[in-house]
Structure formats: C-alpha cells, structure tokens
C-alpha cells in the first residue's frame, strides 16, 4: 500500500522541506491589493512583509477545490493508492469542511483528518503520519490515530501589534489605540482547534516569559507530564530576525532540558492576520 500525505503551509512547512519530508503540500493563497499570490511559490517572506509595511490590502483565503482535487489526482494518477489529507483545524478554517465534501467522491481513496490543528504542532502530526505510512498503515487508520489524539497539543502566540487583530474585528480602535499607548501585547491561545484570547500583557519580553510558563502548566497539568520522548516543544515567529530566533529557541530549551526544539515560521497566511514581530510556542504528544 502506497500512502501519501498532503498538509498546507499552515503547518509552517516550506515547498523544500516537504520535498525533503516525502509529503506533499497544497500553498495557502494570499490576497494581495486583488492579485491571488501562492505561500511558496510566487510570493516569499520578503515581499509579503514588505506588502504589510507598506500597508497594502493582504488578505487569505482557502485553497480551491479545483487546486485540492489537482492534487489528489495526479498523486492517484502517479501511483499513490491512497491520499492523508490534514488541512489546517476546521475551526480556523472551512477548508477541512470542503476537502471532507470533495473526499466523498474518490470512493475511500482520500481520508482527510480533522485533528484541529495548525503552524508547529499541525507539523507535529503531518510527521507522524508520514511515519505511521512508511510503517503500513492504511490511510483510514492513520485518520483514526490523528484525530483521536487531536486534542494533544497546545499553542500560544503572542502578538506585537494590535493593527491586524483591529483589522480582522478581534479588537476595536479604541482598544488596539489604548494597547498600543499601554505597550500592551494579547496571548492568544488555540486549544482544541478554536482560537481564543488568554491574556494581555505589558512588553513582548514578558509575553515570552508568560508562554513558555503556560507550556510548561500544560505539560504538567493537561498532559501529565508525560514521558519527554514523547514530547515535542516548539517555537515559531512571523518575520523574526536570526538573533530573535536563537533567542526564543534558547528561552523555550531552558524549560524542557532534553527537548530538540526546532524554529519554524508562522505561514503568511496566519501572519496577515497578526502582522509582524510575533512568537509562538507549541507542545505536541507524540506516540511513544
């Protein structure tokens, strides 16, 4: 049986390193002033934040079911027997909802996996899927142990600017006015798929501080401290420098001694939302 697994950029991973991986991968589209650009392929960091800066109307959308079907047709045509299709978390996205309606056309052949997920521990999964493919497991199987472990995982983002989540409605003007002013920087928090507020605080040093803590809650509380082999810890960013990026790494380590903790991006399509400048962390259970 030959398997093959999709995930979108939303799982922070680059059209190179799912070449690298042995997965394919479907690039989130990012509105830019009308023009429909592709995560990966025809717009890069540089200009997508450079389109930011320069206060041009980005926005995202789904991919299409023209652009979803593309795929899985000529994976079958290629010789794939089956297809893992995990799209980021339905409850951030309708595009779970519209692959689960495109599957039911190929006869069992594509098995999409909601496991509510996205960005590093969205990675988590697709890694562990690939595995769980390589070792002979059937693609309906795999769909069971994803989502059946779903709930897994946690992130935490911290956002410097409030001009995006004002855009986006999650905060008025006059909040996103007085944040600003205050130095104040919202946590946000995605458990379970849904992305909610958990707290403001004053300056992004402490907002790294209060991430790392609630990780380190939730690995002693939510997941009971489980066995560090079994433990992914993660750090992410949108257009963070190299000095940032090595000093986030080295914060998140200090809490987990023995956890390899990797940097990826936050794709463009999640930082149109929140701008530039912010951090995430994330914790994954993995199989043993």
Same mark, same amino acid.
């Given at each position: 049986?030959?398997?093959?697994?999709?995930?979108?950029?939303?799982?922070?991973?680059?059209?190179?390193?799912?070449?690298?991986?042995?997965?394919?991968?479907?690039?989130?589209? =990012?509105?830019?002033?009308?023009?429909?650009?592709?995560?990966?392929?025809?717009?890069?960091?540089?200009?997508?934040?450079?389109?930011?800066?320069?206060?041009?109307?980005?926005?995202?959308?789904?991919?299409?079911?023209?652009?979803?079907?593309?795929? !899985?047709?000529?994976?079958?045509?290629?010789?794939?027997?089956?297809?893992?299709?995990?799209?980021?978390?339905?409850?951030?996205?309708?595009?779970?909802?519209?692959?689960?309606?495109?599957?039911?056309?190929?006869?069992?052949? =594509?098995?999409?996996?909601?496991?509510?997920?996205?960005?590093? #521990?969205?990675?988590?999964?697709?890694?562990?899927?690939?595995?769980?493919?390589?070792?002979?497991?059937?693609?309906?199987?795999?769909?069971?142990?994803?989502?059946?472990?779903?709930?897994?995982?946690?992130?935490?983002?911290?956002?410097?600017?409030?001009?995006?989540?004002?855009?986006?409605?999650?905060?008025?003007?006059?909040?996103?006015?007085?944040?600003?002013?205050?130095?104040?920087?919202?946590?946000?928090?995605?458990?379970?798929?849904?992305?909610?507020?958990?707290?403001?605080?004053?300056?992004?040093?402490?907002?790294?501080?209060?991430? =790392?803590?609630?990780?380190?809650?939730?690995?002693? #509380?939510?997941?009971?401290?489980?066995?560090?082999?079994? =433990?992914?810890?993660?750090?992410?960013?949108?257009?963070?420098?190299?000095?940032?990026?090595?000093? !986030?790494?080295?914060?998140?380590?200090?809490?987990?001694?023995?956890?390899?903790?990797?940097?990826?991006?936050?794709?463009?399509?999640?930082?149109?939302?929140?701008?530039?400048?912010?951090?995430?962390?994330?914790?994954?259970?993995?199989?043993?």
């Amino acid at each position: 049986m030959k398997t093959a697994i999709i995930t979108d950029s939303n799982s922070g991973i680059s059209q190179k390193k799912a070449e690298e991986m042995g997965i394919f991968l479907l690039p989130m589209p =990012v509105i830019i002033d009308g023009e429909i650009r592709f995560e990966g392929i025809d717009l890069d960091d540089e200009e997508f934040y450079a389109g930011l800066a320069a206060g041009k109307d980005i926005s995202t959308s789904q991919p299409s079911p023209g652009d979803v079907m593309d795929l !899985w047709d000529r994976l079958l045509e290629a010789g794939y027997d089956e297809i893992v299709h995990i799209p980021m978390s339905s409850g951030l996205s309708n595009s779970c909802e519209t692959a689960l309606g495109l599957a039911n056309d190929y006869e069992g052949k =594509v098995a999409v996996v909601d496991n509510h997920r996205i960005s590093i #521990t969205l990675k988590a999964s697709v890694i562990e899927a690939k595995q769980m493919a390589d070792s002979g497991m059937s693609a309906k199987e795999i769909k069971q142990d994803l989502e059946a472990r779903a709930y897994d995982s946690s992130i935490y983002i911290a956002v410097d600017t409030l001009t995006y989540l004002k855009k986006g409605g999650r905060v008025t003007p006059a909040g996103a006015a007085l944040g600003t002013v205050l130095n104040i920087k919202p946590v946000l928090t995605i458990q379970g798929g849904k992305l909610d507020a958990f707290a403001k605080i004053r300056g992004m040093k402490k907002c790294r501080i209060r991430m =790392v803590d609630a990780i380190v809650d939730d690995y002693k #509380t939510r997941f009971n401290g489980a066995d560090l082999s079994r =433990v992914r810890v993660d750090a992410a960013g949108a257009g963070l420098t190299p000095e940032e990026i090595a000093e !986030w790494k080295s914060l998140i380590s200090q809490a987990f001694p023995g956890v390899d903790v990797q940097y990826d991006p936050l794709s463009l399509s999640v930082s149109a939302h929140i701008g530039p400048g912010a951090y995430g962390i994330g914790i994954s259970i993995v199989k043993s």
